[in-house]
């Protein structure tokens, strides 16, 4: 069955390090794969997608990798700040046969970012 | 800026009561999801639409119903509300050619 692996565990970094977090999948074959941020008590927020045809994507600090061979995609912030603690999830998109997409997200990992 | 809103943020019914959670999107999008997010399983589908009375099923439907009478309005029934359905709810809309998603703030529900 389709499957997607984020480390459970809580990913701690001091500020202005970069923060590296993972995303594995396995039996998809996604044409997408989206970055979502989640603030404790609120929902979702979109940060970054990337196509299955496309290495990396930037946006700021942030950097999106996808390497569809390993089935994995990395998310890394660069000179990470305390504001940018929360969890993040990733997410795998399906065509939807009436248009549009539907998305599987991973469980996602806590990212703390220390003084 | 695009705007889910959903109806409570906070909701506590019995069991067997039947329990309506509404979410209004203020951008014409085709696409309504809900989803429900527990600790460990993260968010599961459980009904979307991609068009006004169109629904189709999600990974986790059993228990629920849903109603898209209008476009900017996803409702989410649950005909008989038992403790497992005890979650935080989440409903998200998008657009067709637009994969990003955009959801509310959640109603976290209990049932006791």
């Known amino acids: 069955s389709q499957k997607i692996e984020q480390n459970s565990e809580a990913l701690n970094i001091q500020e202005g390090k970069t923060a590296t977090l993972t995303c594995n999948y396995t039996n998809y074959s996604p044409a997408y794969l989206q970055w979502y941020r989640q603030d404790p008590g609120r929902g979702p927020v979109f940060l970054l997608l990337?196509?299955?045809?496309?290495k990396e994507k930037r946006k700021e600090r942030l950097k999106v990798t996808f390497d569809t061979t390993l089935k994995q995609s990395l998310f890394h912030i660069t000179a990470s700040q305390p504001a940018d603690s929360a969890t993040y999830l990733c997410a795998l998109d399906k065509e939807l046969t009436g248009g549009g997409n539907k998305l599987t997200f991973g469980t996602g990992t806590q990212l703390k970012v220390e003084l | 800026d695009v705007k889910v809103t959903q109806s409570s943020r906070y909701l506590v019914k019995r069991t067997g009561e039947k329990v309506f959670l509404e979410c209004v999107q203020d951008m014409d999008h085709e696409n309504m999801f809900w989803y429900r997010q527990d600790p460990g399983l993260g968010l599961r589908l459980i009904y979307f639409?991609?068009?006004?009375?169109?629904?189709e099923k999600g990974d986790i439907p059993e228990g629920y119903s849903v109603s898209r009478e209008k476009k900017e309005r996803f409702s989410l029934i649950l005909e008989s509300a038992s403790t497992n359905q005890t979650s935080m709810y989440l409903c998200a809309s998008g657009e067709e050619k637009i994969k990003s998603l955009h959801f509310g703030n959640g109603t976290r529900l209990t049932v006791t």
């Open positions: 639409s991609y068009d006004v009375k169109m629904k």
């Open positions: 990337i196509r299955e045809n496309e």
